[in-house]
């Protein structure tokens, strides 16, 4: 399974902006280091890292999600190692789509 590079490229990014600037005290209660949260999203649902992508600020955005359960996860990680949980949900699914043709000027 291979992640969209349209969802790496603009996706991810964006919505790990929207998610900080939306909700920084939810989050702040939500976060660990890494490996900590790393390990639970292993353990606790089997999710695996799927994408990774760079924020602004160099803040690493991260989906897990388990194929057996479909479960899945947003992190954004901060350059000092601190990972916050952004998102989560069920019902997860790799795609990988072409861009549409471009369109011939008229």
Not at 71 to 95: D, F, H, N, Q
Request: charged content about 15%; glycine content about 6%.
């Amino acid at each position: 399974m291979s992640a969209c590079p349209a969802l790496l490229r603009f996706a991810l990014p964006a919505l790990a902006l929207a998610l900080l600037s939306a909700a920084p005290a939810w989050a702040q209660q939500h976060c660990a280091p890494r490996e900590i949260i790393v390990g639970r999203l292993a353990e606790k649902y089997g999710e695996s890292r799927q994408s990774i992508a760079l924020s602004h600020g160099n803040q690493m955005v991260e989906v897990f999600a388990s194929a057996a359960t479909g479960s899945w996860t947003i992190t954004v990680t901060r350059p000092g190692g601190m990972t916050c949980l952004m998102a989560s949900g069920k019902a997860y699914e790799t795609l990988t789509e072409q861009l549409p043709p471009k369109k011939k000027d008229a």
